[in-house]
Nanobody, 125 residues
Framework: QVQLRESGGGSVRAGSSLTLSCEAS??????????MGWFRQGPGTERAFVAV??????TTYYADSVKDRFALSRDNAGLYLQMNNLKPEDTAVYYC??????????????????WGQGIQVTVSS
């Protein structure tokens, strides 16, 4: 069973940067062997994908709203999201998720097998 734990959230002003980290533990596979992603859920909205990386690490896909501002990376310890030029509309609870291999890649949150508890990011204008 894979456990995921997010860290690095907080409250910042618009234009600031934050880096979210997702530490992975347990299970059989390392983060570099699983499709993983970041999702977020704002007030009154459904959980939506932010950025995902496929199991092989060959494809990274970003939501249009964060493209050119956010950067996803991964190593054997976990998954990371560098968030630059934050905007108030980025305010949400951010979740880390992982796919059980051999599943490779999806932007659909319902297909992910493992989830972190979520971490709040608040951006004020």
């Amino acid at each position: 069973q894979v456990q995921l734990r997010e860290s690095g959230g907080g409250s910042v002003r618009a234009g600031s940067s934050l880096t979210l980290s997702c530490e992975a533990s347990g299970g059989t596979f390392r983060p570099t062997e699983m499709g993983m992603g970041w999702f977020r859920q704002g007030p009154g909205t459904e959980r939506a994908f932010v950025a995902v990386i496929d199991r092989l690490g060959s494809t990274t896909y970003y939501a249009d709203s964060v493209k050119d501002r956010f950067a996803l990376s991964r190593d054997n310890a976990g998954l990371y999201l560098q968030m630059n030029n934050l905007k108030p509309e980025d305010t949400a609870v951010y979740y880390c998720a992982a796919l059980q291999p051999p599943a490779r890649f999806t932007i659909t949150p319902e297909r992910y097998d493992y989830w972190g508890q979520g971490i709040q990011v608040t951006v004020s204008s």
